[in-house]
């Protein structure tokens, strides 16, 4: 090596820590730093049952569940970036399509001509690809653009659930005919030509008992990812972007067709939506949007009595310290009553320590109508993830708390490799710098964030986790995105199925601990929104209780089973349980039985 060549590398080194420094500058640092302690000590699914509680064990080749997510390829001027701009479109969300009361899996796929999959639940712990002959498989057609992931509700309230699918490109609706197919009902939708979306969420805005649609943008929506007019398509800074797509809320008219009235509800907003959830989190009967943003601030949508929002996520403390969000999901974790959010972001050990965020309500602010919220992902245990994506809570073993699993790994290129060094020189730069594809540096076939492990935290009934990741289940390393958790076989646990990028999803069945009781709940909206997303069911058992939000959409690119599941550790008996429906109707059944799925039809 010369010394020309030797001084060069000295100065990129020294350019890049520089870079470093100022791209953690205003993210959350912290001093003494310990990776969570990653000792296989129950290695055996018994101890895992007698230390946790539960174990997961990987079925998916049982399963008959052979779908390969593979990611976009896109106009060429992004080849040198395109593992990076291709990252996401694994996704899962779970729907009961046919009424048979069995949970079945619907899958996309992100690269044109590929196939979304939508698996029927066989009941014998196998399910089969239905998606062609249901006509939901082939929505990635030249032209169109290619699945991000996909929402299920009753939009027409017809008592079978319809299929939203969103896209980089044309956003596609499918009626569910009875269960036995899906009609493209696009056309007369009158939704956007083209969206580039990672999120979307069935919710009831304004309780009317129909189903409205809010849609969130990632890339600007006049950008054509294949056919690019300009390469000047990034973020214009990695702290605060305003230059992403634009978010839309959609009224349903109630004859098939959806109002644009993004503008008039205040929702007009253009950060890079990767996240979002829909509930009432201050109690006013009105369901509020929370949205988790990359490269910027997170925000708070208050539904302001059904008629517009306020965006409050700076006073409600979560619209700080500028982030990368990119998971949305609620949870009681302390048995309040109240939601916690878990956003997810990117910690990178020794580079970029933006630790994942739990906020935790605290009630409202003096004079105020809604909560202020504080992170307490660090004492919690929940703070440092990965390149952490999808994250879902659920009881999963059982005990009546609250667990956590999150997905974990950005792109796993060549082992060894690091493109964390070279994405420094673009991230330091200015406005003109970033914002343009051309000078982001070429990957070359290089990993940034990827072989990491996903995690299982476990709730230990005072909202402290404890990583047991290495312990419940052979943990996945590959690029995984979108988590849901289902009862996928009736049996009272919460099994969980992971999208992975670029490759084979894994679906994990649960086995809990028998001696841990459990209780759920399907319910069917009548005046509220047959799917009755949005209800509220809180239960109430052994001095204890919990509040769950029925959601259209939650997670990164995901949907979890519309049934509530509860877990209830040693307790046989349950006092109450009370369903807040999105009518205003309050609906308590007294002493409901345990060990069973409760169908409760809303009373009128
Ligand atoms: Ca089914
Ligand atoms: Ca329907
Ligand atoms: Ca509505
Ligand atoms: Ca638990």
Same mark, same amino acid.
Not at 143 to 150: D, F, K, L, Q, R
Not at 536 to 544: F, T
């Given at each position: 090596?010369?010394t ?5 590398? #000295? ?15 205003p993210?959350?640092l ?13 290695s ?12 997961? /064990?990987?079925?998916?080749?049982? %399963?008959?569940?052979?779908?390969i ?11 040198? $970036? ?7 479109? =694994? %996704?899962?969300? !779970? !729907? ?5 009361g069995w949970?079945?899996?619907?899958? /996309?796929?992100?690269r044109i ?17 239905v ?7 082939d ?7 290619v699945s ?12 079978? @659930? ?9 956003p596609?609706?499918?009626h569910?005919?009875?269960? +036995?197919?899906? &009609?493209?009902?696009?056309?007369? =939708? ?6 580039? *979306?990672?999120? =979307?969420?069935?919710l ?8 409205d ?9 006049d ?7 300009? /390469?000047?398509?990034m973020?214009?800074?990695f702290e ?11 009224l349903?008219?109630g004859?098939g !067709?959806?109002?644009d009235?993004t ?7 253009? &950060? ?15 369901t509020?949007?929370?949205? =988790?943003?990359?490269?910027? +601030? ?16 700076k006073d ?14 609620f949870?009681d974790?302390s ?19 933006q630790?994942?965020n739990?906020w ?7 004079? /105020?109508t809604?909560?202020k ?7 919690s ?5 990965g390149?952490s ?38 991230t ?9 594809? #051309? ?9 940034q %964030?990827?072989?990491?492990q ?14 047991a990741?290495?312990? #419940? ?7 995984s &995105? %979108?988590?849901v ?8 646990v ?6 992975n990028?670029n ?7 649960n086995?809990?601990d ?6 759920a ?22 001095d ?5 939000i029925?959601?259209?959409g $939650?997670?990164?690119c995901?949907q979890?089973q519309?049934?509530?599941h ?5 307790n046989?008996d349950v006092?109450?349980? @009370?369903?807040?429906?999105? *009518?205003?109707r309050?609906?308590?059944? @007294? ?14």
């Amino acid at each position: 090596m010369s010394t020309n060549q030797g001084n060069k590398i #000295v100065i990129q080194v020294l350019i890049a820590i520089f870079f470093m420094v100022l791209l953690v500058i205003p993210m959350f640092l912290k001093k003494n730093i310990v990776s969570p302690p990653h000792e296989n000590k129950y290695s055996n699914a018994k101890m895992a049952l007698e230390y946790f509680g539960f174990y997961l /064990t990987d079925v998916t080749e049982k %399963s008959g569940i052979q779908f390969i997510h593979k990611s976009p390829q896109l106009d060429p001027k992004l080849d040198h $970036i395109l593992p990076q701009i291709a990252s996401m479109g =694994a %996704s899962v969300s !779970v !729907v009961d399509f046919d009424n048979d009361g069995w949970d079945d899996l619907y899958f /996309t796929n992100s690269r044109i001509g590929e196939m979304n999959a939508l698996y029927h639940n066989e009941q014998d712990g196998s399910f089969k690809d239905v998606a062609g002959e249901t006509g939901i498989a082939d929505v990635n057609g030249q032209g169109s653009g290619v699945s991000m992931g996909a929402i299920w509700g009753d939009y027409d309230n017809d008592g079978f @659930e319809d299929l939203f699918v969103y896209k980089w490109g044309k956003p596609e609706l499918f009626h569910n005919e009875n269960g +036995n197919g899906f &009609r493209n009902a696009t056309a007369e =939708a009158g939704l956007p030509e083209w969206v580039n *979306s990672n999120t =979307a969420l069935w919710l009831d805005f304004d309780n009317d008992g129909l189903l409205d649609l809010f849609i969130g943008g990632y890339f600007r929506h006049d950008i054509n990812l294949w056919e690019l007019v300009s /390469t000047v398509i990034m973020p214009e800074s990695f702290e605060y972007a305003n230059n992403g797509g634009r978010n839309y809320l959609f009224l349903n008219k109630g004859d098939g !067709v959806f109002e644009d009235i993004t503008e008039q509800a205040g929702l007009s907003s253009t &950060r890079w939506t990767l996240a979002a959830g829909a509930g009432d989190l201050n109690n006013d009967g009105f369901t509020d949007i929370v949205i =988790a943003n990359d490269y910027g +601030n997170d925000e708070l949508f208050i539904n302001e009595s059904g008629e517009k929002f306020k965006e409050i996520g700076k006073d409600a403390g979560i619209g700080f310290t500028p982030k990368s969000g990119m998971n949305m999901a609620f949870g009681d974790v302390s048995n309040t009553r109240h939601q916690s959010l878990y956003i997810s972001n990117i910690t990178e050990m020794g580079i970029l320590l933006q630790g994942n965020n739990l906020w935790k309500p605290k009630g409202p602010k003096k004079g /105020t109508t809604f909560p202020k919220y504080s992170n307490i992902a660090r004492p919690s245990g929940v703070e440092l993830g990965g390149w952490s994506y999808g994250a879902q809570f659920g009881d999963l073993n059982n005990d009546g708390s609250l667990d956590l699993y999150v997905a974990n790994g950005f792109i796993s290129g060549i082992k060894g490799s690091s493109y964390w060094y070279d994405y420094s020189k673009v991230t330091g730069g200015n406005k003109a710098i970033i914002s343009d594809a #051309v000078n982001w540096p070429a990957m070359e076939g290089k990993s940034q %964030s990827g072989y990491q492990q996903n995690m299982v935290w476990l709730n230990d009934g005072n909202g402290n986790f404890l990583d047991a990741s290495f312990d #419940v289940c052979n943990p996945a390393a590959l690029d995984s &995105r %979108s988590v849901v958790m289902a009862d996928l076989w009736n049996r009272g646990v919460l099994d969980v199925v992971v999208a992975n990028q670029n490759n084979q999803p894994l679906v994990y069945r649960n086995e809990v601990d028998p001696e841990n009781h459990w209780i759920a709940f399907k319910l069917e909206g009548a005046e509220s929104n047959k799917s009755a997303i949005g209800a509220m069911v809180s239960l109430y058992w052994n001095d204890v209780l919990q509040s769950q939000i029925i959601t259209g959409g $939650i997670g990164f690119c995901s949907q979890n089973q519309r049934g509530i599941h509860f877990g209830l550790g040693k307790n046989q008996d349950v006092d109450k349980v @009370e369903i807040k429906w999105p *009518s205003g109707r309050v609906q308590i059944i @007294e002493k409901p039985a345990t060990g069973k799925i409760h169908k409760v039809v809303e009373s009128i």
